[in-house]
Every structure is written in structure tokens, then in C-alpha cells.
């Protein structure tokens, strides 16, 4: 497929990103310590939540994440797919998770699987290399099969075996991930962003079952978070904030003319590189990303790798919908649920949670604020319950759970009210 012009200007911020990371990782420790650190990252377990600030060493965090930019701008461009929103969406979620979750080892096999889906489907893989990026989402099933999975011990070669069932399990999650992310959109009726998450949940609920549960594998479950590196995420966060900004502005004929048509959006089946220009796509994602780091420090974050993560991740929806004016009223429903849940704001799961609560900014953007908001309430009520379900091995935890009060609120939402096109405090009455 020709490249056009979004596609290019696509590609030069994934590039960017992925640079800007690997040049972090590499200013902020020493060299030797930050490869000895990203190897460290390589080769253990990476299930929810795994501080790769801590693990490894900030430098080695950043340059996983750097690293894992490229292949998947490697992988999207080899597919000469015209890239759009969904593609960036997907990119930043692989970027972001690379912080906790991905390494540039385990995304792999996931990969291979949906291109392996694609050779027995005979169709073009650019038609599911976004999914294959998505399906990266239990990439922690790959390192914990390869890292710790103790049912081989014993075993002559146990190694061997473990290497070959994190590939196989890899290869299983991409495809299904290929056959079944078709058919998410009719759960959640698009009212959840990240329709991959749907879909993944309810594979690595399986995978979960049929690997641990089914075969009586207790996991040590690691949630040992480092202090935090304030000064470095955010000096991050902003700067690359900024410089979309800038450079979005410059794209836009040095004007940010259309970017009101933007906050004006409901967020629902939207693609701001399509119906806005890839220009002002960036403009928002810089100002979302100032945003949300805003937010985190009135707070009180800790800016572990997780966060990092999250700021990054947050990212993935401001080409899809996201911006400030629908995710304030699920953010207004997280600091509701704190006042009467036994969770403060600033702890770390809830961080990540609010995250890809972001997912629902349909709900708020068609069924009014207060919607929004209750929405915002029931996912930080069910976030940190979830998890349960696939034993942390599903990175988008946030993003199925997000799937499931879509389930729960849009039949009520659409039985007593009526969807707007416009942006609302109270939703629209029949």
C-alpha cells in the first residue's frame, strides 16, 4: 500500500518518541549500569506491576521503552499499512507498558502469532498489524512461561521447554487476539477505546486458568515499587508534551486553527489524524499529555515506572477521542470513589487505573458529564478487583475493566436517554 502523508508524519512521531526514550535512558545513569539493568529487565518476570525504575535502573527502563518504539515502528512500516490513530494508539500502549509489563524480548512471540494468523488467513498483514501490537498485552504470559514457570523443573533441558512454551503461549495469544478483536466492538458498542482490551481480558482470563490455576501454580506476585524519579518523568512527560505542541503548531501552518473542532468532539468512533489532520492530532496529544501530568501532581503521584507508563499510555487515546473536557468528568469520579473507598488518589493502582479509565471518554463525551463521572465511580470501584481474574498477566487491566462497565452502563444509558453529538453537562432525554 503507498505510503501518504499522514502516514510519514505518523511515523516521524513514533520516531521521535522512541528516540527521545533512548536518549533519556542514556543521559540519565551510567552506560554500564543501564545495559546491565535493561538485561536484568530482559530476563525476568513481568507480570502487573513490576517497577522497571527498580528492576533495572531508570536509564534501562527508558531505553526498553526506546527500543520497544522502534520495533514496532519497524513492524507497522514493513507492514506499509497507512498509518492512523488506531496505529498510534497502539504504539504509545506498547511504549507505555514498556515502563511495566513489555520488554524487547517478550513482545515477539505475541507479534509473530498474529502474522502467523495472517499466512493461514491469506490476507495482508498490514490488515492486523495494529492487532499485533495490541496482542503485546500479555506479554507477561511470555517471560513468566520462560522466566519462573516451575512445571518443567525437574526436567532434563527444563530451560529448552520453558523457552519453547513462552513461544507457543505468545504465539496462542496473537492469534486469538487476530480472531477475536473483530468481534469486541459488539460488546462495549464502542463506548470503550481500548476494544482490544475486551478481548484480551477474556484470553488471558483462559490462559490464566488453564497455566496457573488448573495446574495449581502459585505466583509470588511482586508489587515492590521503587521511590520514584520525580524530576526525571516529569522533566519527560513535559518537555515531550511541549515539543508536540510546538511541532503540531508549525505542521498547522504555524496556527492551531481547528483545534477548537477537536475539544468539541464526544471522543465516540473518532480518529482526530482522519477527521482533524495529523497536525492538531499532535497538538492535542502534547496538551492531553500536559494534562495528565498536571493532574498527577496535584495528587501527590509517585512517579515510578509505572506512572511513567501511564503518562505515556494516556497518550494512546488522545488520537482517538481523548481530550481534556470528556476524561474530566471520569477523573471527577475517581476523587468521588476516594472519598468513600478505603484508596487514596495517589496510590499506585489506582494511578494506572484512572489511566485507561480514559477508554470510556465516550460515555462522557455522548451521555453528558455526570455520566462520565459515574462511570469514572465504577471503574475505580472494580479496577483493582479485576485483576484478580487474570492473575495480573493482562497488562490492559484497566482497559477490560473499562470494557465491562461500558457493558453495565450503555443499555441503561441508551434505555432511558438519548446520544448526543454534542458535548453535555446531563445527558439527552428521549
Known sequence: MKRNKATKQIACIMLGYSI?????GLLVGDISETLKGFWTILTSPAQLTIDYFKLGTVGAAYLNSGLVGLGCV?????????????????????????????????????????????RFAKVKFYTQV???????????????????YPVFDGLAYAWVFKILAGILVGIFAGIMMALLCPHGPNLHK??????????GGFIAIFLFSLLFKATGVEIPVNTDLGEGETMIVNAFAIGTAVIAIIAGFFMNGRSFKGYGEVIASTGYKCDFTQS????????????????VTAYYNIVGANFTGPTQGCLICLLAVAACGAHAFNMLPIMIGYAIASTFCTFELSTQSIIIGLCYAGAMIPI???????????AGIVHAILVTNVVTFHGGFLLYNGGFTSGIVAIILIPVLEYFFQPSDKLRLLPMKK
Open 20 to 24: 527521545a526514550a533512548i536518549i533519556t
Open 74 to 118: 519497524a513492524v507497522l512500516w514493513l507492514s506499509k499499512l497507512r498509518l492512523n490513530g488506531t496505529s498510534l494508539m497502539a504504539f504509545f500502549l506498547c511504549i507505555g507498558f514498556s515502563f511495566y509489563g513489555i520488554n524487547f524480548m517478550n513482545i515477539w512471540p505475541c507479534i509473530f502469532g498474529t502474522w502467523l494468523y495472517t
Open 130 to 148: 495494529n492487532i499485533a501490537l495490541f496482542s503485546t498485552c500479555m506479554a507477561p504470559f511470555v517471560s513468566e512461561m520462560i522466566c519462573r
Open 190 to 199: 464502542g463506548y470503550s477505546l481500548y476494544n482490544a482490551a475486551m478481548v
Open 276 to 291: 482533524a489532520g495529523v497536525p492538531l492530532t499532535l497538538v492535542n496529544i502534547g496538551v492531553f499529555g500536559l494534562f
Open 364 to 374: 462522557s463525551g455522548r451521555f453528558g458529564s455526570l455520566s462520565g463521572i459515574i
